[in-house]
C-alpha cells in the first residue's frame, strides 16, 4: 500500500494551537476534466491551500481513483476524501473526513453508512478522522440537503446549532464542519461561526457560500480553523490570482 502522510489531525490541532488559520480546496470529481488538471493543479499550487478535499454529495463518475493518483504526483498538500457514501472511498488519499449529517435525522448519514464504510477503511491505511456535519440554512436547497433527505438548521436558531455541534464534540467528533452547501446563495453566518468556535474545543471548519477572499478571511475572523472553497474556485481557477 502507499504509504500516507502522518497525522494530518494533529497537524490541524496544532495549527490551532499555533493560530494557524488552514484553507482546503474541495474538488468534486464530476466537475473535473483530467484533461486540463496540470492548469488547475498550478492554480492549486500556487493557492494557499493547506489541504487538497476530494467528493461530492454525488459522485457519478469513475474517475475518482485517477484523479487522486494524479493529484498525488503533483501536489504535495494531504489529500482527504470528503465523502458522500461508501462509495467515495479511496486508499490513494491520506485521510477521511468520517461525516455524520447532526443536522439531520436520517439513519443512513447518522449511522448506517458508516456500518457499510468500516469493513473497507479498515482494508485501507486512511487516517479516519471523525467529523460532525451540521447543514445550515443558506437561502437554497442545496446537494446535500436534497440527497440526504434532511433540513438544514434555521440561521434565527441560534441555540440548536450550537448544542447540536456541543453535542457532537461530546460523542468523540474530532472536527465540526459547519456548511452552507455547495452553491449556497449564503455562507453560514458569522455569528453562527464566532458562537460554535467559542464554546467548542475542537477545531471548526466552515464551507459553502464563500465567495471571494474577504470571506474567507471574515470566517477566520470568527472563529473558523479551516475554511473550505469549493464552487467559488470550480467556477474561477484564479480565485486566487
Not at 437554497?140 to 434565527?156: C, I
Not at 455569528?191 to 475542537?202: D, E, F, G, R, S
Amino acid at each position: 500500500m502507499q504509504q500516507k502522510l502522518p497525522n494530518i489531525y494533529q497537524q490541524i490541532i496544532q495549527a490551532k494551537c499555533d493560530g494557524q488559520k488552514l484553507l482546503a480546496i474541495l474538488l468534486d470529481p464530476d466537475k473535473i476534466d483530467l484533461e486540463k488538471l496540470d492548469q488547475l493543479v498550478l492554480k492549486i499550487n500556487t493557492s494557499p491551500a493547506t489541504h487538497i478535499f476530494v467528493g461530492g454529495s454525488i459522485v457519478q463518475s469513475t474517475i475518482l481513483e485517477e484523479l487522486i493518483t494524479k493529484l498525488k504526483q503533483k501536489v504535495k498538500l494531504p489529500i482527504v476524501l470528503f465523502p458522500g457514501d461508501p462509495t467515495q472511498i479511496s486508499p490513494q488519499a491520506d485521510a477521511i473526513l468520517f461525516l455524520s449529517l447532526l443536522s439531520g435525522r436520517n439513519p443512513d448519514y447518522l449511522i448506517e453508512y458508516h456500518v457499510q464504510a468500516a469493513p473497507i477503511l479498515k482494508s485501507t491505511n486512511l487516517e479516519i478522522i471523525s467529523t460532525g456535519y451540521i447543514l445550515i440554512e443558506s437561502g437554497t436547497e442545496t446537494a446535500v440537503a436534497r440527497v440526504s433527505k434532511t433540513q438544514p438548521l434555521q440561521t434565527e436558531n441560534v441555540d440548536l446549532v450550537l448544542a447540536t455541534a456541543q453535542a457532537g464534540e461530546m460523542l468523540g467528533n474530532k472536527l465540526m464542519y459547519l456548511e452552507a452547501g455547495s452553491g449556497a446563495k449564503k455562507a453560514v453566518p458569522l455569528n453562527i461561526v464566532q458562537l460554535v468556535a467559542q464554546n467548542l474545543k475542537i477545531p471548526v471548519i466552515v464551507g459553502g457560500g464563500i465567495v471571494d477572499l474577504q470571506g474567507i478571511q471574515n470566517a477566520y475572523e470568527a472563529g473558523a480553523d479551516l475554511v473550505v472553497i469549493g464552487t467559488a474556485f470550480e467556477n474561477n481557477i484564479h480565485f486566487f490570482d
